[in-house]
Nanobody, 121 residues
């Protein structure tokens, strides 16, 4: 089992920045991919970004490329999502997720409870 706890959400004006954190505990392994997803009201869940613990490779959804940065601290078992140049359309509940393996796509096995990000215009 892997437990994921997100933090760092909140209210920010358009153009501002936020940093989300996801602390992982339990059976975490080096061969794990950590991802961020988001879901806005009435919309499907959307892939935001992912990072591979083993090689540090990162992947981004098209809507956040160039604005968001995912990073990880192995010693703390924590993944971060730095969000810059935020737009009102970034408003959503952001979820941290984890899966075993090396690919960012596929089924994620573990999910956090989510943290709300609201961007005002």
């Amino acid at each position: 089992q892997v437990q994921l706890v997100e933090s760092g959400g909140g209210l920010v004006q358009a153009g501002g920045s936020l940093r989300l954190s996801c602390a992982a505990s339990g059976r975490t392994f080096s061969s794990t991919v950590m991802g961020w997803f988001r879901q806005a009201p009435g919309k499907e869940r959307e892939f935001v970004a992912a990072i591979s613990w083993s090689g540090g490779s990162t992947y981004y959804g098209d809507t956040v490329k160039g604005r968001f940065t995912i990073s990880g601290d192995n010693a703390k078992n924590t993944v971060y999502l730095q969000m810059n140049s935020l737009k009102p359309e970034d408003t959503a509940v952001y979820y941290c997720a984890a899966k075993y393996g090396s690919t960012w796509w596929g089924t994620y096995d573990y999910w956090g409870q989510g943290t709300q990000v609201t961007v005002s215009s």
